[in-house]
């Protein structure tokens, strides 16, 4: 993906877990230059999409040249947006773009406590957040969410309300993504989940999404592909080289280059570090974290590696990027519940975990599993082909023959950033994704 941060930023909220406060004060003084920010989007030779900051801070014919160049390269556009900004124009101009609309929000009322400042007056914030997401769609433009989750709207007493604005986000043709805040300074920490709150939360939304929700809400789907063999998922799941994050490319409104910005959580931004040979600056974290034990941070010996690798960098525990996530024990739980769920409507589905590292070709992807999840279903590899009878489960050797990866499914081909590997957001789904799963 391809992040063009042209209010830096700058923003009319600056909600309270924000991980861009660190970085605020260096990254907004820089001037705007969009002829130098055309000119960069060029030589990435990828469309871009608008981000923040608050991207509709910036002058509507700012706005309109970046949309426009997106449409112009692949017949659409995307933007993340807190949504409080949107006038007629913009809703003029997401029409003619095709543009796919990310608006951040934790749900309505108190859900969104902390996206809004934290001494704000303003009670009506969500409230015009909701109603503008409505008016999006009564004018059939493409939404999606980036949920965060923080004391506000992930604790058991909210579960309830939380759910209800899913299945109304549901009536309304909306999905999107559900990341747990990821703060790293510590006079704010307290509005974090904890990681048993975090893996209570993830564990019931999986029951809730997959059984009575259905759509591409992520990370869910991720998961289930994930351990189908199917897919690595969105960017937080496969290796990312810390100081030139494929899957976020950033550039700011000057022109200048970056890497995903929640690298800079010490205040400084990163250049996209290149020439660093096949294994950047960053991807050693890949090579260290299974031979370190958990206890010690790492993640040795957990059976969910090559589906998690360690989660995001950025999430790294004490805020180290060489750590894996702290939110090992949430990630956790996703796996392991849709796990359960997976092999009880199928017992004869064959997961990722079920496989010996002979049926990869990465040590660090799922992809190309082979042979496949369904080959003790599958009519063409197996003469009893069942979802749940035991004699169905023929010799494992044979399936391996006759389920020969297509050439689209190596392990490589999607592994690049969002050419790319999906960084999750919903029009940027935050890290989200601008492919498939917006179809609404
Ligand atoms: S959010 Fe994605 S691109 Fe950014 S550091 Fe994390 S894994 Fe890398
Ligand atoms: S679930 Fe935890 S231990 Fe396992 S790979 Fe992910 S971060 Fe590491």
Not at 179 to 201: G, W
Not at 214 to 237: A, E, H, K, M
Not at 345 to 372: C, H, Q, W, Y
């Amino acid at each position: 993906m391809l992040s063009v941060k042209i209010t830096n930023a700058l923003c009319n909220l600056q909600c309270a877990y924000c991980y861009e406060h660190v970085y605020r004060e260096r990254a907004n003084h820089r001037p705007l230059d969009l002829e130098a920010v055309l000119t960069q989007i060029e030589r990435e030779q990828t469309a871009p999409y608008l981000h923040g900051g608050e991207a509709l801070l910036a002058p509507l014919d700012v706005v309109e040249a970046i949309l426009a160049t997106s449409f112009e390269k692949i017949g659409h556009s995307s933007i993340q947006t807190n949504a409080t900004l949107i006038n007629e124009k913009h809703i003029e101009l997401f029409k003619l773009y095709k543009t796919q609309v990310g608006v951040s929000f934790d749900g309505p009322g108190e859900m969104s406590r902390y996206r809004i400042p934290v001494d704000s007056k303003d009670k009506h914030v969500a409230d015009l957040i909701w109603e503008n997401i409505k008016w999006l769609r009564r004018e059939g433009i493409q939404v999606g969410i980036i949920c965060v989750l923080t004391k506000a709207n992930g604790l058991p007493g909210q579960r309830e309300a939380f759910k209800q604005w899913i299945l109304e986000l549901k009536e309304l043709g909306i999905t999107g993504r559900m990341n747990p805040a990821e703060i790293d300074y510590p006079s704010i920490q307290k509005i974090a989940l904890t990681p048993e709150e975090l893996d209570d939360f993830y564990r019931d939304m999986t029951r809730f999404i997959l059984t009575e929700v259905g759509g591409d809400w992520l990370p869910y789907r991720d998961i289930v592909d994930s351990l189908l063999g199917l897919n690595q998922g969105t960017c937080s799941f496969a290796p990312c080289d810390y100081y030139n994050a494929g899957a976020e490319r950033v550039i700011l409104s000057d022109g200048s280059t970056a890497s995903c910005m929640k690298t800079s959580k010490t205040g400084h931004i990163y250049p996209r570090f290149q020439n660093a040979g096949d294994r950047g600056f960053g991807l050693i974290r890949y090579e260290i974290l299974p031979k370190i034990g958990q206890e010690l941070g790492g993640c040795k010996d957990c059976k969910y590696w090559r589906n998690c690798t360690g989660g995001c960098p950025a999430e790294g525990i004490d805020g180290d990027w060489r750590n894996r996530s702290r939110y090992c024990l949430g990630l956790r739980g996703l796996f392991e519940e849709t796990s359960r769920l997976l092999k009880m409507m199928l017992p004869n589905i064959e997961l990722t975990t079920d496989r010996e590292s002979e049926a990869f070709s990465d040590p660090n992807s799922v992809k190309g599993m082979n042979p496949d999840a369904f080959c003790f279903m599958s009519t063409l590899s197996n003469p009893r082909a069942s979802s749940w009878r035991q004699d169905a489960r023929v010799n494992l050797s044979h399936c391996r023959q006759t389920t020969q990866p297509l050439p689209s499914q190596s392990p490589s081909e999607d592994d690049c950033g969002h050419g790319d590997r999906q960084h999750g957001d919903r029009a940027h789904g935050d890290h989200g994704d601008h492919g498939d799963s917006w179809k609404v």
